[in-house]
């Protein structure tokens, strides 16, 4: 059986990644793919914490349904607020993304 803090190891690592991911791209695109990253990692700790407790208790499956649902608003907006701004603008970068600017 695999230890739990191998599970949390691996889930602080993508979560690590995915930050990484948001604060160093300039890539409205990446910037996205960074955020996913990090709501995965939330899914592994969930899931692990779940498992390593109660099994009759299903709450960390249902929260992670539910951070899952989430996930996807999440990218059907991002996506169409990207595809917009790309639309006016004719770019991802999101130091030229400063239509809320006067």
């Not at 695999?2 to 695109?29: E, K």
């Not at 499956?61 to 989430?70: L, N, P």
Request: hydrophobic share 60%; proline share 1%.
């Amino acid at each position: 059986m695999i230890p739990q803090s191998w599970y949390l190891i691996l889930a602080a690592a993508l979560f690590g990644i995915g930050m990484f991911g948001v604060l160093t791209r300039r890539n409205m695109i990446a910037i996205l793919l960074g955020v996913e990253l990090m709501l995965n990692a939330v899914n592994i700790n969930l899931v692990s914490f779940w498992r390593y407790s109660d099994v009759l208790n299903m709450s960390g499956q249902v929260f992670s349904v539910i951070v899952f649902a989430v996930t996807a608003a999440e990218v059907s907006v991002g996506l169409a607020l990207v595809i917009s701004a790309y639309r006016r603008r004719n770019t991802v970068i999101a130091n030229d993304l400063d239509m809320l600017k006067f």
